[in-house]
């Protein structure tokens, strides 16, 4: 990321103002304006950081330092690595694409494949879901923020679901959440587990199947008894 | 893991006798006897450390000491934690349990993907697995081993597939990779990324979507197509 020294200058003398005002209340806060642009810089240079040197190598100083924001509101404001890496994933569950919607439950479920495979084979966003992984592999709260960001773009995934269910595509008792789920887990298991090239075929044959199961029933049982969106490890 | 001085001492002067006689090669040699002997007990400080630090945190003097192995041996024989983590899991690929033989396809994958389930949440393979997971995501060689670890596990229950096959129960031109995949994918999913608990529920379902997914057909096409497992990132 890249920022001219005014641009810095100008965002450092809007923070001060704004953090004297205003105490932080980390990951919470979400006004517009000009406490929004100074939270934008610094996500933007978290993600970055997070790109390029993984979690493990976070460093508070040198992202307020990239955002050009001043060193006290960053650890004021996220306190901590795992503070910034929470907001991170807070933002990018708010900012994700509204789902598909084609006419058929074969075709939403495919765009949603497409989805999942574009953002993990784009060098940067993979490298972020890396990084972002191995934090929440390594802390509870980074844990249960990655599970939030999934929890929110499974919500809004649902209707397509719903839609294809009234349409008697599946059975009309189908977990959303499961069907959804398992168009996600074939994309991810190759990412994070066995490191496969992530091609369309197997986006394509993520959804295939996964449709394929939900007509047969597989994901009607009820809800509860597969266990909830919950961080633990 | 602990072992008493007595053998500790014995192990040591094994190791000193043998290396000085037969060079090392790391991750290939796999003789019988004191060699074996040591090899195991290197291994089996490997995995504790594993298990209990994770792969950051590996110290080969640490290794060598609760192994009861000289530390000269343990570098000359492994060369760094990378080379041990390749070979643990070069054994734990040799000493994976046969596949299962229920005589119905329905079965045998409910077996294969409860047996994933014991293993992941297994308090002390799923730390394994956990950091094994991690090495493979920052270490090229690491990830390389991984993925050979699930060839390995692959190929051993691809017949349960071809049987299945045989019996009618699926199409003939099933790629069993693809559909042995299907079954571990929501498991390690849930275990890797979401953090969700891995009940009996959640197994049982991925072995049904995969059973309906190939009967529909959706792991019939070229297995080229899909990728091959190897390791990049």
Redesign the interface.
């Known amino acids: 990321m890249s920022r001219t020294v005014a641009e810095s200058k100008d965002l450092m003398e809007q923070e001060t103002r704004l953090t004297e005002s205003r105490p932080a209340s980390p990951g919470t806060l979400r006004p517009g304006g000009r406490t929004a642009k100074v939270r934008g810089a610094v996500l933007d240079a978290t993600r970055d950081a997070l790109a390029e040197t993984?979690f493990?190598a976070l460093n508070m100083d040198r992202i307020a330092a990239s955002a050009g924001v001043g060193k006290t509101t960053v650890y004021r404001r996220w306190g901590s690595p795992v503070g910034l890496v929470t907001d991170l994933l807070h933002d990018m569950a708010e900012q994700s694409l509204p789902a598909a919607d084609t006419g058929g439950l074969a075709g939403d479920l495919r765009a949603n494949a497409e989805l999942v495979r574009d953002t993990l084979t784009d060098p940067r966003m993979g490298a972020v879901f890396?990084a972002v992984?191995?934090a929440?592999?390594?802390d509870e709260e980074c844990?249960r923020a990655?599970?939030g960001f999934?929890r929110t773009r499974l919500a809004e995934w649902a209707p397509v679901v719903a839609r294809g269910a009234e349409r008697g595509e599946i059975p009309a008792e189908t977990d959303p959440l499961?069907l959804l789920?398992?168009v996600?887990?074939?994309l991810?298991?190759?990412f994070?587990?066995?490191?496969?090239?992530?091609?369309g075929?197997?986006a394509e044959?993520a959804a295939?199947?996964?449709l394929?199961?939900a007509?047969?029933g597989?994901?009607t049982?009820p809800q509860g008894?597969?266990?909830?969106?919950?961080?633990?490890?």
Chains 1, 2 share one sequence.
Do not use: K, N, W
Request: some cysteine; charged content about 25%.
């Open positions: 993984g493990h890396h992984i191995a929440a592999a390594c844990a990655l599970a999934y499961e789920r398992a996600s887990a074939p991810y298991y190759r994070a587990v066995t490191h496969e090239e992530l091609t075929d197997v044959r295939e199947a996964a394929a199961a007509r047969a597989v994901f049982r008894a597969s266990g909830d969106l919950v961080g633990q490890e």
